[in-house]
């Protein structure tokens, strides 16, 4: 698939990356629509939910389109600061603090694309800014960040893709320390019984704007799943769950191949 191609579909998550409760790991969270930011912009479109407890793997065949757990935003600017309350501010203060307390993590996937398709898979977190996402067969993709770049592997074509990852969200979530009120454009931060919700919003005159919404335990402020919402409004939610901090990834997960095929 050309590059433009996979842009396109990647082009709107991570990380980072945390856990279901145990008592949760037979189920996958369902994507839940994002509260109305504080701008007053629509929320973006629900993703589709899936059916059951435990989703089967879709089969797309080769094509890496769509299976990208972190769409790519591209480094933009919402143009308006969002006023935050005491209370959002502390909010976020806390979730800041949350994500820079984890350095390492492996657990298991679930995401569900724009089309509704449902692939599961294991990923791997090292920070600074180093993940691995392992898709089950029959989908023969894997996503690896090395600490500077991400590339879209195809186990079966022995071809990657590769983009900055400076690029895309993953630079929030892989950081060593992140400050979200200072570090991105947070349009909305909301809690309520059951969920904390961040909302990242960046614009784009030529692209348009995309969203990333992040949804978080309400008590422990795990971070349960998230959606990237591209510019056209196409959804792709990943809910995470099994999670292991104590386990230190091998390093030669998220090692890169420079001199393969390239695209």
């Given at each position: 698939m050309a590059k433009r191609g996979a842009t396109t579909m990647l082009a709107a998550t991570v990380c980072a990356v945390l856990a279901m409760a145990s008592a949760f790991a037979e189920n996958v969270p369902l994507p839940t629509p994002a509260p109305l930011p504080k701008t007053d912009s629509a929320p973006p479109p629900a993703a589709a939910k899936p059916n059951g407890n435990s989703p089967a793997s879709t089969d797309s065949g080769p094509s890496r389109q769509g299976f990208f757990p972190f769409s790519f935003l591209d480094k933009g600017f919402s143009g308006q600061a969002t006023a935050f309350d005491a209370k959002q501010r502390a909010l976020l203060d806390r979730i800041s603090l949350y994500l820079s307390s984890v350095q390492t993590m492996v657990g298991n996937f679930v995401q569900i694309g724009p089309d509704g398709g449902r692939t599961e898979g294991t990923f791997y977190i090292q920070k600074p800014g180093k993940v691995r996402f392992e898709y089950n067969p029959p989908t023969p993709i894997d996503v690896i960040a090395d600490g500077s770049s991400v590339v879209v592997r195809d186990r079966n074509l022995a071809t990657q893709d590769l983009y900055p990852l400076s690029q895309t969200p993953l630079r929030y979530l892989l950081a060593?320390?992140?400050?979200?009120?200072?570090?991105?454009?947070?349009?909305?931060?909301?809690?309520?019984?059951?969920?904390?919700?961040?909302?990242?919003?960046?614009?784009?005159?030529?692209v348009g704007t995309s969203r990333l919404m992040m949804m978080f335990d309400a008590k422990d402020l795990q971070l349960k799943q998230w959606t990237v919402t591209d510019p056209q409004g196409l959804d792709t939610t990943v809910a995470i769950y099994n999670l292991d901090a104590t386990k230190k990834p091998d390093p030669n997960l998220f090692v890169i191949n420079y001199q393969r095929n390239i695209r």
């Open positions: 060593d320390r992140i400050d979200l009120l200072h570090d991105t454009d947070v349009v909305s931060a909301s809690a309520d019984d059951t969920f904390a919700t961040v909302i990242i919003e960046e614009k784009q005159l030529v």
